[in-house]
């Protein structure tokens, strides 16, 4: 979507008003968040499997246009037995475009059902052509899987591409160029966790809705807890996000009331307009374990330009927290901002390009963290194998082998983190790298000499 038609569609508004595990078996229940806390939470012991998998079930309504997807959505809505169902509770959509893209004419699929919903994209694309939103779900547990969803607008609410009720998973899957007008220009989530495997969200962006001007949070995620409500929390493994910017405020990348826990990831590029906080995450509590938090921007020096550290809604006394392992955070600028006096716990063996992230008091870094300017020698985003784009770092780069073998599962945040974001072994040399990717060591095979005799 071009930006500029976004920005005129804006100023219209202004004129006439003062965001499951992958598996091969679907889930029947819904996640539980957790309960409130003041600590960052815990990384999971085990990350989430890697293989998206296709979850297309017998009887599941088959999309293959712009009639047929909004009809699948309001079918599955329905009371019509079996019409959409899996057989285990589901209402499964599956897209299998000929051309394998769907193109919406100005209609997004609306599901507004409370059965869990899967949707099945079969690596097909929807296309909203700048004009709506792909859909919008009420569902319980809304899954997405392989699927890629362009240019969607939000039409002065919440979730430039996707907008949902309560749980959301997402695998394999592509974000781009979503806009909105009131926060997550590509995803709303308005309660609930959220969980994102092997995806990529770029170019998306948050604006400022103009019903009140306020500005808009989660360049790319917006995940909100409501007042009184469990504190959500977003992991995120093996995925990427780049590009992403919101016009003024919190989260240029994703912004979520309660918990981020990235894994094997790439946060870079990213931006937050004047005032806001984080170009790449803002949360109330941030974990960080084998990742790249790199290049992200905040207009205002000091706000940020890759973590900003908030309180938890509706507990403004208690300060959030930061956690890492074997991280890379790094930018121009100071890379964190606290709301409040840090609190904070490093695992070690993280790349920090300046204190702010762990700058004293409650929040100070690990003996094995590197505190350093020296250019950890991370190449352009690009196609490096796996299913999402990555920095790989030179042969040459500080960050390579700098984790001990016997550090390499350092308890809490790195237990069970076996694979890079790509999907490649961790470790694969004589230590572990530091950042979402490790450098795999040439396999070298040396022919046996020739013997001859006589």
Known sequence: MVLGAALSLAVAWCGTAAAQTTS??????????????????????????????????????????????VTAFTTASGTTPNACTDG???????????????????????????????????????????????????????????????????????????????????????FEDGFSFDGGGAINVESGNVTITDSTFEDNFAFFDPRNGIPAQGGALDSHRPQGGLVPVVTIVGSTFDGNQTFANDG?????????????????????????HGGGITAANITLAYSTVTANT????????????????????????????????????????????????????????????????????????????VDPQLGVLAANGGPTRTMLPASTSPLVDAIPLADCQTAPLAVGVTTDQRGLPRPSGPGCDIGAVELQVASVFTAPSARFTG
């Not at 939470?41 to 088959?62: K, L």
């Open 88 to 174: 285990a509770g589901n209402e499964v959509i599956v897209l299998a475009a000929p051309s394998g893209q769907i193109d919406l004419a100005g209609v997004q699929g609306v599901y507004s059902g409370t059965a869990p919903l899967i949707l099945d994209g079969n690596g097909q694309t929807v296309n909203a052509g700048g004009s709506t939103r792909a859909f919008t779900s009420s569902a319980t547990l809304t899954t997405i899987n392989d699927v890629t969803l362009l240019d969607g607008v939000d039409g002065a609410t919440k979730g430039g591409l996707v907008r949902t009720q309560s749980q959301l998973v997402v695998n394999n899957s592509t």
């Open 252 to 276: 240029g990348a994703i912004y979520s009331d309660g918990n981020v826990v990235v894994v094997n990831s790439t946060i870079t590029g990213n931006t937050v307009g004047p005032g806001g």
């Open 24 to 69: 091969t078996t679907t889930p029947t229940t819904t996640p539980t968040s957790t309960p409130p806390t003041t600590t960052a939470p815990t990384t999971p012991t085990t990350a989430p499997p890697r293989s998206p998998g296709v979850i297309a079930q017998a009887g599941a309504c088959v999309a293959v246009d712009a009639t047929s997807y």
């Open 298 to 373: 905040a207009a205002v020096s000091g706000l940020g330009d890759d973590l900003g550290i908030r309180f938890l809604r509706g507990r403004p006394n208690q300060p959030g927290t930061l956690q890492t392992f074997g991280s890379v955070v790094t930018s121009t600028d100071p890379s964190c901002s606290y709301e409040f006096v840090p609190t904070g716990t490093s695992s070690g063996f993280s790349y920090l390009s300046d204190t702010s992230c762990y700058p004293g008091f409650n929040a100070n870094p690990a003996p094995t963290d590197l505190v350093t300017s």
